[in-house]
């Protein structure tokens, strides 16, 4: 997994300029079954991939944090929002709430979530690729190809699937 990691930031560096044409083209003419296919390539690529090999999102970025996480992990912690935000976030520069610093506080060294059940809405939903109109987070995909390979796969599986 290491090997992939080290490839993968090389890898998505050299097909960005590539992934950023491919996104224009499919912003300006969506396919109508756009939805239906990247949910089929998100299902078939997490079929072999194993998040738990690979952590990279939890050991280099952090999610936001909505006023619904804070409000259900401070619940689970037992805590008051407040101190759930003094203790473990910070308010970035565009005044999100972000953890205070990565690898993230929350991931043990086995690459499990200790707070996977209630983990933040960001997580849940990450790397984003079945998600419904992919085609308006072309930004936050070319980002996510760079740190997840599941991402990675997906965009170049997409590409073969529907040539623009």
């Known amino acids: 997994m290491k090997q992939i990691l080290n490839n993968l930031s090389k890898l998505a560096k050299d097909k960005h300029n ?70 473990y976030l910070r308010i970035d520069e565009d005044k999100d709430y972000v953890l205070q610093s990565v690898p993230c506080t929350f991931l043990d060294n086995e690459n499990y979530c200790m707070i996977y059940d209630v983990r933040p809405k960001a997580c849940r939903e990450f790397p984003h690729t079945d998600r419904n109109k992919f085609y308006q987070i072309s930004n936050l995909t070319l980002k996510n190809v ?7 796969n997906i965009v170049e599986e997409m590409k073969k699937k529907l040539p623009l």
């Open 18 to 87: 590539e992934n950023k044409k491919y996104f224009d083209k499919l912003k300006k003419k969506p396919p109508k079954n756009l939805d239906y296919i990247m949910q089929d390539l998100h299902d078939a690529e997490f079929k072999r991939t194993d998040c738990l090999k690979c952590a990279n999102c939890c050991k280099t970025t952090g999610p936001l944090f909505t006023l619904a996480d804070i409000e259900r992990i401070s619940k689970h912690f037992r805590q008051k929002p407040q101190q759930f935000i003094d203790q």
């Open 146 to 152: 760079e740190i997840c390979p599941a991402a990675f």
